[in-house]
């Protein structure tokens, strides 16, 4: 109840505020384990992505933010659930596990921060390990804009895909890097494609 409440609010804060648009939201798949990879520009990216999604969508956060007090239990209600970052999380991987074993949508930063200078960063390796364990589908995704209020920003869905995983072949840092290097790969398209138009 709480999240389709956050969920309207937050479209009509974006309708509002700065304009909205969202593109390719029929290449989400209807059910099944998702992982959502968005590139990351601003602290408002997580609701952006949230509300552009009929389906419900859990979220990593920084651990940082679950030490506010009134801030900690709203986006625990909301589906984000706390990861330390630049380090191996293994409570936060096996709650990602989860989450994609029950067929919902969890969605991953792959550069792990914000981009202040608005280009695509390197992906961490995260973001492949995870969708490849959870057995999901990848869904990429483009934030366009620059969140001046009232200007415009554009959120647009890719294709699902699945990352290559050979029968028998070891999940190591070299394949990792091919992964995240194709979901990176995707999303600068999406830019590509996003910025021109």
């Not at 408002?44 to 419900?56: E, I, N, Q, T």
């Amino acid at each position: 109840m709480l999240y389709r409440l956050g969920r309207v609010l937050f479209r009509l804060f974006f309708s509002v505020c700065y304009r909205w648009e969202v593109e390719g939201k029929e290449h989400i798949p209807d059910q099944g384990p998702v992982v959502v990879c968005p590139n990351h520009i601003h602290n408002l990216d997580p609701p952006l992505v949230g509300a552009a999604m009929d389906r419900k969508v859990y979220f990593m956060a920084k651990e940082e933010l679950f030490r506010i007090p009134i801030l900690a239990p709203l986006i625990r209600h909301l589906g984000a659930f706390p990861v330390r970052r630049g380090a191996s999380d293994r409570i936060a991987f096996k709650r990602a596990m989860e989450i994609l074993r029950e067929g919902k949508v969890l969605a991953i930063f792959p550069e792990g921060t914000r981009s202040r200078s608005g280009r695509l960063g390197k992906a961490h390796p995260g973001a492949a390990l995870i969708a490849i364990k959870g057995k999901a589908d990848v869904v990429p995704a483009a934030i366009i804009g620059h969140y001046r209020l009232f200007g415009k920003v554009r959120i647009v869905f890719g294709p699902p895909f699945r990352l290559d995983f050979p029968p028998n072949c070891k999940i190591n840092s070299e394949l990792l890097r091919k992964q995240s290097s194709r979901i990176m790969e995707k999303i600068e398209g999406l830019l590509q494609d996003g910025r021109k138009r």
